[in-house]
Every structure is written in C-alpha cells, then in structure tokens.
C-alpha cells in the first residue's frame, strides 16, 4: 500500500502474541498508525536455577500450579474443573512460554473454504524452521522414535522455530528461552517499534465502547485508573480467553466453542534418563485424533502429587495433544468453564494406552502415571464462517472490529498452533489494508 501514515486512520491492536504481533507489525509494514495494547509485562524467562525446586516438590512444599504464576507472572492457570488451562500474558503472549513447535494445522478451515497455504509458506521462510538433529535427541527420545516405527505410527522429526545451535538443551522452553534460540512474536514486535508504532504494556483492555454499531474507543482499566484510546479501527488478538472475555464485557457475543487441545503426559521411569536435557517434543506422530511427542511436563513434575516420587533425571515422558471438543465458555471476568467429553476421555484413554505401548518399547520402566490435565491453545470463541472467509470479519461483530488470533479457528487441532495463528493475523491484516485502501 502505497499510502503515507497520515491517510491512515488509527489502529489499535490488543495483544501481542501470535496473532497481535503479527497483525501489527503486516499493519506498520503498509503504513498504518498502530498502537500495540498489552496486559502484560515485558517478557522475562525464568532464569533463576530451578534445582531448588526438587526438594520443596517431594515434601509437597511446591504447593498447587498457582504457585507458578506468583513465581512467573507471565504465565497465567485458570482451573476448569480437572482441566488446567495455561496461556502467556506478557509481551509475546503464549508464544514466549512455548516449545517452539511449528506445524501448518488447518484442520476446520479448509472446510470453510480458508487455504492458508500462502502465509503459512510466507512465515515458514521469516521465521526460519529446522528439525532439531537427531544426534541431539536424548537416547531415550531416540528409542522411542524408533519404536513409534516400528509399530507402525509414522513418527516424524517436529519442525521447529529453534536455532539449535544456540540452544543450550535445558528442556525448559515453557518459562522461557534463555539463550535466545527460539523465535517468539517479540521479533515480530520489534520490527512494529521500527516502523514507527507504539506498544504500551500493562494495558489491560476491559472493553470497547460501540456505538451506532462502530467502536469508537478502546479502555484500558489498571485496577480502577481508566485511560481511553479513540480507534477507527480494533483488532482484537487477545487470544481465546482474553477476546472472548473482551467481547462479553462489551456486550459482544462471544460463542461457547473455546477448545484447547487437551494434554495429557504419561510418566515412566529409567534411570538416569535425563530426558529433560533435550528440547521437548523432538519428534510426534499423529495419529486421528491426537499426537504423541516425547515430552515431560514440567507443570506435572512439579505440582502433580502422583509424580512426586520419581527425580526429574529418572522421568521419562510422552504427552498426548487432543483434538478436544469446542464446548467452553469465557465469562466476562475470564473464568472459563469447559469440561471433557466421554469422546475426549475415551481417545484420551487411547492415547495413553499407545504412549504407554511405544515407552516400554523403548526400555523406559514403570510405574506409568498419567499428568495433569491441561491445554493452552485457546481457541475457537469467534469461529470464523464460511461467509466471513473473503472479508475475515466477524459478522457478529461491529464493522471496524475484527478478531486476528486462535479465537478464529472453529475447531480444536491437535496439533501446534502458532502458525496458524499467525497466518491468519497475516490474512486478517491484509484485508484491513485492503478495504482502507478501496475506501
Ligand atoms: C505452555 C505452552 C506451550 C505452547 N507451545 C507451542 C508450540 O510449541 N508451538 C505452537 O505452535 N503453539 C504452542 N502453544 C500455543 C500457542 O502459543 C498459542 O496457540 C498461540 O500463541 C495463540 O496465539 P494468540 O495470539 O491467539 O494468543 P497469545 O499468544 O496467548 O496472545 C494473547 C495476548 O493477549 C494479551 N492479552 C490477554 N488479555 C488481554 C487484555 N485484556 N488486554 C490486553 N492484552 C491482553 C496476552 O498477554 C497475550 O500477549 C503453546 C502454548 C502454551 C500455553
């Protein structure tokens, strides 16, 4: 677009993770006013050893998973029954707590007539995406690959968003890579700060204001302190939870099809395993309805009392990700309230049973007990529809209001969902720009 900023009306983009950043940084590249609202925190990863952390788990003394968000504030649980859901509130949003998993998943989008094909291949070749090598796997991750073949499960190396040469195999990519090795959408975001937009931290949105069906203002509320953005133009990425949330506190319906493509890990032992040394999830297999990929959740090793016995040297893991049903809801405070199905749990039950089959394959020993429930790709509470596909608006939705994150893809995955998030900010974005400039 060829147009100068000043011809641009003002856009407010909230959030900054997957899709925020992305939508952002496509709306500075085609000369857009942006301003950037984030509720978080600028990101830090969690750096302080956690060895610590072994003793006071035995004794229990680690408490429940709230005590990970007062430890690390950028990632936030919420509780639904015996499912945990985890998602990042910071500058980068999930993508900073992530394993760095880059798979194009599509599922319910072709259906509606979506081919992302174009921006998945455009992002693959910005963010640069490898397989981690083979000879960095831990032994035991190896065995299992091999196993996985052997029984026929079509196991394949996970393309990851990971310089592996400076990746310093710590395995504990969900606080926060350290060594800088794993992209997330603060690149993205650096690049918005270039091309002359702003991105305002601890900028919780409560609500849009709407009227004669426009939003005309964005407010933010820190605990009282209200501030007022005027906008011509809202993009909402504030993922699954924090846009539906939004939307209900504006009065703008937000529908009760939230999935999170539950993860279940289950744990077996060896000593001296180390599997943890590795990054996670090095290889997956899909099968139906899930993955499985070699995995120890960290969440689990800490707060899950039937994990407590074995050391984090003798775990040994492998997670299943679920293609769960889109029946949760978001209330107007972000509680979410979102249980199994018997579906769910019977091809949870699968999984496990074929995890525990590949593991002892492989050698890893018992006893095997299952993880805590828990999802964090949050998605599905604005599902786009086939008559929405051209203009990538929610018709539900005020004209200058449009939604670029998860909260769009009508359908759980199964699978990892950054990429897909980002393609569609990309598409969402583009077609703003596009209906600015015909206007
Ligand atoms: C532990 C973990 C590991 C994961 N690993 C992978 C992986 O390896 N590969 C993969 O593809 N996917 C992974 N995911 C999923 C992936 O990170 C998300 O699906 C993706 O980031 C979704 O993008 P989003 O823009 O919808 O939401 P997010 O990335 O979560 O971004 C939402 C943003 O909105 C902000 N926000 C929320 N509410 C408000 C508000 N009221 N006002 C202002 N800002 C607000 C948040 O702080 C955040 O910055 C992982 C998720 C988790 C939780």
Redesign the pocket.
Known sequence: MSRGRGDWLKVIV????????TAARELVAKGADVVV????RPFKPLTRKIQWTDSLRRTGLLGSERTISRLFPH?QTTRSKELLL??????????T???????R?ERGLREIGLDLSEEFGELERLIGISTIPRDRWRPITARMFDAAERLGLDPRPTPKAVDSAKCVSCGL??VGCASGARWD?RRFLQQVVKGGGTVRTE????KVVVEDKRVTEVI?DRKGSIERYKADVVVL???????A??LRSSGLPASETLWA?IVLTMGGRLEGARQLEEQP?AWYAQREHYILSPYIDILSHWFHKPWRKVPIGDRVGMMVKLQDAANGSVTEK?EVLKRLTVEDMERLDAGMALTKEVMESAGAKGPFVEGMLNG????GTVPLRREEVESMHPSSLPANLYV????LVPRSQG????????AL?LRVSRKIARAQEQH
Do not use: K
């Open positions: 909230v959030g900054t993770g997957a899709g925020g950043a609202l984030e509720a978080g990632m985890v998602r990042g509130m910071t500058t980068g949003g999930s993508t707590i992530s394993c760095g998993n880059m798979v998943a990519c969900e959408s900028s919780p949105v409560a933010v990425a504030a993922g699954g939870i924090g846009t949330q939004i493509d999830m972000g964090g790709h949050l998605g670029a994150d998860l909260s699978l990892p969902t950054m990429l897909v998030t980002a900010a």
